[in-house]
C-alpha cells in the first residue's frame, strides 16, 4: 500500500521518488473529454481587437482601489477611462 499524499489536514507532502515511479500519463487515467477541458484552460482565443502595449505605470491607490472594487476587468476599465478621456480632450 502506497503512503498517502496529504495528512489529515490536507496539506501536501513531498514527493518520493517512488511516488514519481508511480504516476501515470493523463491519458491513462482521464477520460477524453476531461483531457481536453484539462489541455484547454489557460490557453487565449485569436485577440478581437489590435494587440495592446504592456506597460508599468504608478497609480494613486484610491485610483486603484476604485477600479478594482468593481470586480475583475479592472485593467480594461482604467483602459476605458483613459479612452474617454482622449476622446473628450484630444
Do not use: C, N
Request: no cysteine; charged share 35%.
Amino acid at each position: 500500500m502506497s503512503k498517502r499524499l496529504t495528512d489529515k489536514e490536507g496539506e501536501v507532502r513531498e514527493l518520493t521518488d517512488q511516488d514519481v515511479k508511480q504516476m501515470r500519463p493523463m491519458s491513462d487515467v482521464l477520460p477524453a473529454d476531461l483531457q481536453r477541458t484539462i489541455r484547454q484552460r489557460g490557453q487565449r482565443g485569436p485577440q478581437h481587437a489590435p494587440t495592446k502595449v504592456k506597460t508599468t505605470m504608478r497609480l494613486s491607490p484610491d485610483v486603484v482601489d476604485h477600479f478594482k472594487a468593481q470586480g475583475p476587468g479592472w485593467q480594461r476599465r482604467i483602459d476605458q477611462a483613459l479612452r474617454e478621456y482622449i476622446r473628450e480632450h484630444g
